[in-house]
């Protein structure tokens, strides 16, 4: 069995290793907070980290589009982007969402990684709201933020996703 990360699930599902009615031209990624940043790493590493153990290991794991929720940890010092993630012209369109107010994972890490998106030429759809907080799901509160499994629908329709 292969490396147990995603560079190597998605991969997978690229040779026809798993059996999915999916489209194997259109696999993203999506995570929220800590998993926000999974997604930035998904999005611009996509050869493994390790010696590769087996045939999936030597395909390219860049999914088609990723979707990060109030990412976390991609912000440092300064607000520069973490020096572990590496954006390209390769990196995949991206989706980012987070709330002014979010008292875990300040806004930095959305809009430091949408910089690095613009600088690289990667087409992004950054959407900031004034209050959501943190971990907001998709539970009813009264703010905008609410909103945003349609303002997502919508940029996988734009983008040619669905």
């Given at each position: 069995?292969?490396?147990?990360?995603?560079?190597?699930?998605?991969?997978?599902?690229?040779?026809?290793?798993?059996?999915?009615?999916?489209?194997?031209?259109?696999?993203?990624?999506?995570?929220?907070s800590a998993g926000g940043y999974?997604?930035?790493?998904?999005?611009?590493?996509?050869?493994?980290?390790?010696?590769?153990?087996?045939?999936?290991?030597?395909?390219?794991?860049?999914?088609?589009?990723?979707?990060?929720?109030?990412?976390?940890?991609?912000?440092?010092?300064?607000?520069?982007?973490?020096?572990?993630?590496?954006?390209?012209?390769?990196?995949?369109?991206?989706?980012?969402?987070?709330?002014?107010?979010?008292?875990?994972?300040?806004?930095?890490?959305?809009?430091?990684?949408?910089?690095?998106?613009?600088?690289?030429?990667?087409?992004?759809?950054?959407?900031?709201?004034?209050?959501?907080?943190?971990?907001?799901?998709?539970?009813?509160?009264?703010?905008?933020?609410?909103?945003?499994?349609?303002?997502?629908?919508?940029?996988?329709?734009?983008?040619?996703?669905?």
């Amino acid at each position: 069995m292969g490396g147990a990360c995603p560079t190597h699930a998605i991969a997978s599902i690229y040779t026809g290793n798993y059996t999915t009615s999916a489209d194997a031209n259109k696999i993203g990624v999506i995570g929220f907070s800590a998993g926000g940043y999974l997604v930035a790493q998904a999005s611009n590493i996509f050869q493994p980290a390790y010696t590769p153990v087996d045939a999936i290991d030597n395909v390219s794991s860049r999914p088609d589009f990723a979707v990060a929720m109030f990412p976390g940890h991609l912000c440092r010092a300064g607000e520069t982007l973490d020096p572990g993630i590496k954006v390209s012209k390769e990196t995949p369109p991206t989706f980012l969402l987070q709330a002014w107010d979010d008292p875990v994972d300040p806004v930095c890490n959305s809009t430091v990684y949408a910089r690095a998106l613009d600088h690289a030429g990667v087409k992004a759809e950054v959407h900031l709201f004034a209050k959501g907080g943190h971990a907001f799901a998709m539970r009813p509160l009264g703010h905008p933020v609410e909103k945003w499994p349609s303002l997502v629908e919508d940029w996988l329709k734009d983008t040619g996703v669905m």
